[in-house]
């Protein structure tokens, strides 16, 4: 079974940097596209970035010029490089994959992460 393990976040001032971690473990798997949602206090899921065969990257206007998502194929790693964070981005972050088995197609979500911006 796919399992997706996410790491980083944490609690951060306005204006730093975090970057967040995603890595798709299991058997004979590659990693066709990386999503990031973000789910703040009160507030549905959302989708914030998104990066399909490793090259086109798409962005909601709320994190465009101050995220990347990124990926290291060869480690089946996902990553979200955030910087210029406010305090509306605080809140559980997520990472989703979309997954090729070698027979089949899957999608998993990870287990979310916290990232706190404090003012």
């Known amino acids: 079974q796919e399992q997706l393990v996410q790491s980083g976040g944490g609690l951060v001032h306005a204006g730093g940097s975090l970057r967040l971690s995603c890595v798709a473990s299991g058997s004979g798997l590659s990693v066709i596209a990386w999503d990031w949602y973000r789910q703040s206090p009160g507030k549905q899921r959302e989708l914030i970035a998104t990066?399909?065969?490793?090259?086109?990257?798409n962005y909601d206007d709320s994190v465009k010029g101050r995220f990347t998502i990124s990926s290291d194929d060869a480690k089946n790693t996902g990553y979200l490089a955030m910087t210029e964070l406010t305090p509306d981005d605080t809140g559980v972050y997520y990472c989703y994959a979309t997954i090729f088995t070698g027979t089949s197609k899957r999608r998993a979500w990870g287990q979310g992460t916290q990232v706190t911006v404090s003012s």
């Open positions: 990066l399909t065969n490793g090259d086109m990257e």
